[in-house]
């Protein structure tokens, strides 16, 4: 038996990979996710409509943040502010009264802003009227509405980068990639054609997410299908050249699953599906940004629940366009150096001898 445990440590002890993410790993997450996991929202953007209206925001403090004062907003522009994700709350005011809109895809701003509104002056009166709060686009502040788009970001995220990389490590490990590397076929060839059933597969899983979604939660979904779809083929792109990246870096499948499981937590955690991103210490923050979850969740929020136009979700797009591009370059200039030396070990392999 002691023999066995010796030779266990000696084993990982070679194995530098696994003994780096056993140790370190562990720390790097804990300092990571502590400054990450938090509820507490400690600035909200706020619109404010006018003169009247600016007299009511001055009695709020924070967290509210107020980002821009316009005379001629009104209800119809403070909607649209709130729509386009450029503000959380706005605040309008005509003849005294007050009326206060908020996103309702924005959870936690705004059970935050409905608690902090609750202790200020704002809440109780106004100057010769009365307070309307109104809450949009999720007007029970159901967690569900909230949480199922993100979900099935997340399920593809799981698709995309584990199986994936399951899939293609196997058949390194069963010898096929020996094969394919004697082919007449490009290493974007053979990507293509490992993911394809990989896109099919994950494109049904989201159909059936959304629809189980829809029915069971009735989470709506009252944008634009063509949008949401464009969006959903961007970060599937994006999600099965992570997977494809992975397993030109594995040389097990262990390997791989250490991997894909070390870039799929940040993604859960930072990517806003559970934790406010603007509620993350700027230090962690940045992270966000380069996580193509982190806009995928933002495409189906508004898509789903706001019907949020085009126009407005060009970032969200865009950022997942260039991932895309980035990561399945990498992914083919990877996989093509994998393919050389196979290449290689396929054409200097004796020819099987011939009796005469």
Not at 43 to 50: E, K, L, Q, R
Not at 70 to 75: C, T, V, Y
Not at 295 to 317: C, E, H, Q, W
């Amino acid at each position: 038996m002691w023999a066995i445990v010796a030779k266990e440590f000696r084993q990982l002890r070679r194995d530098r990979r696994t003994l780096a993410m056993m140790i370190l790993l562990p720390v790097l997450l804990l300092v990571v996710f502590g400054y990450a996991a938090s509820f507490d929202v400690h600035n909200i953007p706020t619109v404010v409509d006018g003169p009247l209206a600016r007299q009511a925001a001055s009695r709020l403090s924070a967290p509210f943040e107020v980002t821009r004062v316009d005379p001629a907003i009104g209800l119809a522009g403070a909607r649209e502010q709130l729509r386009n994700g450029t503000a959380v709350v706005a605040v309008l005011a005509t003849s005294g009264d007050v009326a206060i809109l908020m996103d309702g895809t924005q959870l936690f701003s705004v059970q935050t802003a409905e608690r902090a509104l609750s202790r200020q002056a704002i809440a109780a009166n106004s100057p010769g009227g009365t307070v309307q709060i109104q809450v949009l686009f999720n007007p029970s502040l159901s967690t569900s509405w909230v949480m199922v788009p993100g979900l099935a970001g997340l399920i593809l995220v799981f698709i995309g980068t584990l199986i994936t990389s399951l899939g293609v490590v196997k058949e390194r490990q069963n010898g096929t990639l020996e094969q394919l590397a004697v082919m007449p076929f490009r290493a974007s060839q053979v990507i293509v054609g490992k993911i394809a059933p990989y896109l099919l597969v994950a494109a049904l899983d989201l159909l059936l997410v959304l629809g189980v979604g829809i029915g069971l939660f009735h989470v709506p979904f009252v944008g634009n299908v063509g949008t949401f779809a464009l969006g959903s083929a961007l970060f599937l792109l994006v999600t099965l050249g992570i997977g494809i990246l992975i397993s030109t870096l594995s040389q097990n499948q262990g390997q791989a699953i250490q991997l894909s499981f070390m870039l799929m937590l940040p993604q859960v955690l930072l990517s806003g599906l559970i934790f406010p991103v603007s509620s993350m210490a700027p230090g962690v923050r940045w992270i966000s940004y380069v996580l193509p979850l982190t806009y995928f969740i933002d495409i189906s929020r508004g898509v789903m629940l706001k019907n949020a136009p085009f126009s407005t979700l060009l970032v969200p797009l865009g950022m997942l366009g260039l991932l895309a591009l980035v990561v399945l370059g990498l992914a083919i200039t990877r996989f093509r150096s994998d393919l050389a030396p196979d290449v290689r070990a396929a054409h200097d392999e004796p020819a099987e001898e011939t009796s005469p």
